[in-house]
């Protein structure tokens, strides 16, 4: 049975800074591309980062230079550091796994509020 965890949300001030935790069972993780995606209330989800099981990352225009995604293989875990956070970036973010076969897999998103 998969399972994605993730932890880390909360509220913080514009500027501020947050990391966020996926921690991954019933895969076997390293043969798995690891994203990070965001859904804002009324608003379509959208990709906000990405590292493939060959190393290769991405993001999204909106948070280059200011996140960074990271992977621990030995630990099934992937990271999400935000820092110069706005406003505008307030949403519940989901982790997704994808298998080389292209099976997506979910974890309950945690949100992130940015306010003053």
């Known amino acids: 049975q998969v399972q994605l965890v993730e932890s880390g949300g909360g509220l913080v001030q514009p500027g501020g800074s947050l990391r966020l935790s996926c921690a991954a069972s019933?895969?076997?993780?390293?043969?798995?591309?690891m994203g990070w995606y965001r859904q804002a209330p009324g608003k379509q989800r959208e990709l906000v980062a990405q590292?493939?099981?060959?190393?290769?990352?991405n993001y999204a225009d909106s948070v280059k230079g200011r996140f960074t995604i990271s992977r621990d293989n030995a630990k099934n875990t992937v990271y999400l550091q935000m820092n110069s956070l706005k406003p505008e970036d307030t949403a519940v973010y989901y982790c997704k796994a994808r298998s080389l076969s292209y099976n997506d897999y979910w974890g309950q998103g945690t949100q992130v509020t940015v306010s003053s």
């Open positions: 590292f493939t099981s060959s190393g290769t990352t």
């Open positions: 019933g895969i076997i993780f390293r043969f798995f591309t």
